[in-house]
């Protein structure tokens, strides 16, 4: 069938109704407040922050530079968990694997950093890592051509990710493989991945993975302008994330995203080639993820295969389900909330986080199925039930009136 001449009408959901009625709000219309809202507060907190590390040390609003660089990893987590939100609020796709995206493009960042120590590492090696030296390599590797260059670096903190996002996507949606044999495969490529960073003659650093990092674009990371301009560079990357992923879901492609979750079959019923929305789609996050990964590494000084772990990207569903599947603000809450109890948490009672962190996760999925922001919708389906009830009340008859 014709995929335009389907497009005429609009994919239904599962429920039989118009997905028009389940996504009603146009790109920033006037009402979208959740999406306005956040744009603001990450804007207040964004200056905010800045202007307070600016302030004198004896002020009390002084705000200390380490928690400028917390702040900026929590930006990170956030957009992190904005790409899972995409594809798995919107498309239905439950990805335990975007760990790996996240990671490689840490890696990317963290091979240019790398590459920008020079002859200042341990060995005095300009050529190469002082992991290489230690490992008796002659020369650098292929693979690491190029990244002494800024632009290169980032192009690759977008291409690898998606390239292999694409690859993947490609032979898993053409074949079909959806619910939970996706997010089965999905979690095994992030553990394959682990397992081949691990090994030391991949190239990466084993176990110890990328550090000793010196500077970047001829900044020193330590010091206080760059940790400033990293976490507002953060903050960019989470607001355009934000709005890429809001102009996705607030078009007809979104539309048809949302319908492919509440009903695929019924969506290649009518024409349409699911794979293909849901291969797009797939990729943008995974560049999402990328980009989360890049910011993320000058922040905290180091990437290693621990990045990779399937346990990561387990919570990040976590921090997904917790803020609000299907909201994308609700996501970005829940990251930095789920994080800042992390923070607290591995602080003050270490052995307790893991139960924390299951039962925030149970209670969540019994008592919030709409996460925190559905509280704020707590009142609508009591409000329904008595419009319903007035509605099937009979009309009092002419003869029953006084």
């Known amino acids: 069938m014709d995929e335009a001449r389907t497009h005429q009408g609009t994919p239904p959901n599962r429920n039989g109704g118009d997905i028009e009625s389940r996504t009603p709000h146009g790109f920033f219309s006037g009402r979208d407040h959740g999406g306005w809202i956040f744009l603001v507060l990450l804007l ?22 380490w928690m400028m660089s917390l702040g900026g990893k929590y930006l990170s987590f956030a957009l992190l968990a904005l790409s899972v939100d995409l594809v798995w609020g919107y498309a239905g796709i439950l990805s ?21 120590i020079g002859g200042r590492g341990v060995y005095g090696n300009s050529e190469l890592p002082d992991f290489m030296v230690f490992l ?5 590797p292929w693979y690491w051509q190029g990244f002494d260059m800024f632009p290169f670096a980032l192009s690759m903190v977008f291409l690898v990710p998606g390239l292999l996002a694409f690859g993947f996507g ?9 619910g939970v044999y996706l997010s089965i495969i999905t979690q095994a490529l992030t553990y394959a991945l682990m ?22 674009l001829g900044f020193s990371l330590q010091s206080d302008a760059m940790r400033r301009a990293l976490f507002v560079v953060s903050a960019l990357a989470l607001a355009v994330g934000y709005l890429i992923c809001r ?27 699911a794979e293909h929305y849901q291969l797009f789609v797939f990729v943008v996050s995974a560049m999402l993820a990328g980009v989360a990964g890049a910011v993320y590494v000058p922040q905290v000084g180091i990437i290693n295969p ?15 389900a917790v803020g609000g599947r299907g909201t994308l603000y609700g996501a970005v809450l829940g990251a930095i909330l789920v994080n800042y109890a992390k923070t607290w948490f591995t602080g003050a009672m270490p052995e307790a986080w893991l139960y924390m962190l299951g039962t925030l996760f149970v209670a969540t999925t019994l008592f919030l199925p709409r996460g925190l922001v ?29």
């Open 44 to 65: 207040v907190a964004t200056v905010a922050m800045f202007v307070m590390s600016r302030l004198p040390p004896d002020s009390p609003f002084h705000l200390p530079i």
């Open 96 to 116: 335990l694997g975007h760990g790996a995206f996240f990671a490689l493009g840490g890696y990317a960042m963290g091979m240019h950093l790398m590459r920008q």
């Open 136 to 140: 008796d390599w002659r020369e650098l």
């Open 170 to 178: 490609w032979f898993a949606f053409r074949s079909r493989v959806s």
């Open 195 to 216: 397992l081949a960073f691990f090994r030391n003659d991949m190239g990466f650093g084993g176990n110890n993975g990328l550090t000793d990092f010196k500077e970047l």
């Open 247 to 273: 102009f996705i879901t607030t078009s007809r492609f979104g539309r048809v995203l949302v319908a492919i979750r509440d009903g695929e079959s019924r969506v290649r019923f009518l024409g349409y080639r």
């Open 306 to 320: 621990g990045e990779f772990a399937p346990a990561g990207s387990i919570e990040i569903i976590i921090w997904v």
């Open 374 to 402: 559905g509280l704020v919708g707590l009142r609508r389906p009591f409000a329904s039930r008595e419009d319903n009830r007035r509605a099937s009340t009979p009309a009092p008859s002419i003869q029953d009136r006084p």
